[in-house]
């Protein structure tokens, strides 16, 4: 029943206690009596490593996690946790490589990155794109589809949904880094314990519909024997579901441009880091690696669960929008089966992911706004308490402008498709310029504006191409896919991931060959301070690795 009990209401309410306690006691006692611009955006000095940690998971799982995940794993498999392990190998080379460079020379947003590396029309028209992308698809997504999962589990209206989360995400933001990142350590904990509740109840409820009496390992070990299609990670090209992971791209190809542009050059994520010392943010990068690997058990094998009991027959109805089985009701559909209480924990769970999420990205808006448009372009002497003062209006303006447009994506059929491919259009060129400008000191800021200009363009022309040009010609290096239309005649697409591999490694040679013909062209800013001695890191960290790496290994050899 879509429906909360007494006892699930009185569970959200303490959590809803707890974390606004929390909040706002992290703000009092770490109040200074000037907060300043990097106090406030950065919470410089302030967050532990377990505090960078959760705050980065937290601000990366959001209801597209557990909706949309879970939906593909229902779909799709176990396959498509690869976007969650391969991001935890990410994550270690972010730490060693990416971080040093960001502290050494004091980046404290990623447009400073390209306005000190370039020049400003590269970091301006980079903070443009950022600023739209966060603000008309992911803060917008993330409000539309933590609605939408709140709404499916409980009798909330949608816009009341709507309302509440945005609400909930601008007082937490407000307080600034400082609140978000100690509050992010709360709800990733609510996150992680209903996140398990949820996946407790389909393994106990999948061993008991298979007659194991609701033994949760023998439903656990159920699931490969009854879905042996579900548990490959590397997809063979013949699958339906080769278009969104194309094969061995996403362990060597188009899935580390993904990851690398999102996990080492985004400032909604890497900004967690870049106000702590290089010990701390490192201990805080590896501490969500480990966190990385938990994920999918929370919110893969639900998704999988669901498949095999939908396939005996179980939950028909549940699964059907518009007559068509539709995956991503399958959380949805087993947080309905949850008895009072945990119900009430694994909703809290699912708001925790998504107010996180809304805070972060919120931050990160305000951010580039205050410190990169407004103070740079519209008020150059700005004061630090000014610069705070209109980075929180951004959080409330941005917010309502999600909160208007949210709704509107109700009319696509895949919210999550359409976040990967929107945000995908600047992935390559970020990844490139940012690349090539930390560790090429060649490369010329034309480069970059090209990159920048060019890049974007060229990632909507692969978009787009298969719909005036037949890409056949490509099928048989395994870029090019067939897919039947609705009228039933072929067309050729080419998979996102391998979109991004192509279109990055066009935009690196072109910008190479500029920068080698001409190296002194355009108003070059300089490279960045480099000492090989900061590229070493802990045998803590070392060890770590190691484990991490190892954990992969095993599971890609395993689930081959």
């Known amino acids: 029943m879509n ?44 967050l532990t490593w377990w505090a960078i940690g959760a705050s980065l998971i937290a601000s990366n799982i959001s209801a597209e996690h557990f909706i949309g995940m879970s939906g593909s794993g229902f779909a ?29 020379n004091r980046i404290y947003t990623m447009p ?19 600023l739209l992308v966060y603000v008309l698809v992911n803060l917008t997504s993330i409000l539309y589809l933590g609605a939408l999962a709140i709404h499916s589990i409980s009798n909330v209206p949608f816009a009341w949904c709507i309302v509440g989360l945005s ?33 407790y109840l389909a393994l106990s409820l999948l061993s008991e519909k298979l007659g194991f009496g609701g033994d949760v390992l023998k439903g ?45 050059c985004n400032q909604y994520i890497i900004q967690r880091a870049l106000g702590s010392d290089l010990k701390t943010a490192r201990g805080g990068i590896i501490f969500a690696a480990f966190l990385k690997l938990l994920v999918p ?3 893969v094998l639900p998704g999988i669960a669901m498949y095999v009991m939908h396939s005996k027959g179980l939950f028909a109805q549940e699964m059907l929008v518009n007559g068509a089985v539709k995956p991503d009701n399958a959380y949805p559909t087993l947080m309905n089966l949850l008895p009072a209480g945990l119900k009430g924990i694994a909703f809290a769970a699912l708001t925790a992911a998504v107010v996180a999420s809304l805070a972060g990205k ?63 259009l600047i992935a390559p060129s970020v990844l490139a310029i940012f690349l090539l400008g930390l560790f090429w000191k060649k490369t010329t800021s034309n480069a970059a504006l090209f990159a920048t200009i060019g890049g974007f363009l060229l990632s909507v022309i692969f978009k787009f191409l298969p719909n005036f040009v037949n890409l056949s010609f490509l099928s048989g290096s395994g870029f090019s896919i067939p897919v039947t239309q ?11 991931l391998d979109r991004m591999g192509i279109t990055f490694l066009i935009i690196v040679i072109i910008m190479v060959i500029m920068s080698r013909l001409r190296p002194n062209s355009g108003n070059n800013g300089k490279p960045l301070e480099m000492d090989t001695t900061m590229f070493r890191v802990t045998p803590a960290f070392v060890i770590s690795s190691i484990i991490i790496l190892g954990i992969l290994t095993a599971l890609y050899t395993v689930f081959y």
Request: proline content about 2%; some cysteine.
């Open 220 to 264: 656990l070990l159920a699931l490969r024997k009854e879905a042996p299609d579900h548990f490959h990670m590397i997809l063979p090209r013949d699958n339906d579901h080769y278009k969104e992971l194309p094969g061995l791209s996403v362990i060597i190809g188009g899935m580390w441009v993904n990851n690398l542009a999102y996990w080492g």
């Open 297 to 299: 058990v929370i919110v």
């Open 362 to 424: 919120a931050n990160s808006i305000s951010t580039i706004f205050s410190l990169d448009i407004y103070g740079k372009y519209f008020n150059k002497n700005a004061s630090e308490k000014k610069l705070v003062s209109v980075g929180r209006w951004a959080v409330i303006i941005s917010m309502l402008i999600a909160a208007v447009i949210a709704p509107a994506l109700q009319s696509l059929d895949q919210a999550y498709q359409f976040i990967q491919d929107y945000v995908g």
């Open 112 to 130: 400073q990155f390209l306005s000190t590396r370039y020049n400003d029309t590269v970091s301006t028209i980079m903070a443009v794109f950022w």
């Open 3 to 46: 429906k909360l009990q007494v006892a699930d209401y009185i569970v959200f309410c303490i959590y809803f206690i707890v974390v606004s306690g929390y909040g706002y006691f992290i703000y009092r006692r770490k109040k200074s009596k000037t907060t300043s611009t990097k106090e406030f955006f950065l919470a410089e000095g302030s």
């Open 167 to 199: 609400v909930f995400a601008i007082f937490v933001t407000l307080g600034g880094m400082k609140v978000i990142g100690y509050t992010d350590v709360i709800q990733v904990l609510v996150l992680i314990i209903g996140g398990l509740v949820t996946t």
């Open 486 to 496: 609705k009228d039933g005649s072929i067309q050729y697409e080419m998979p996102f």
């Open 76 to 104: 799709i498999g176990l396959a498509i946790s690869t976007y969650e392990w391969m991001s935890a190998a990410t994550l270690i080379l972010v730490a060693v490589l990416f971080i040093p460079l960001y502290l050494k």
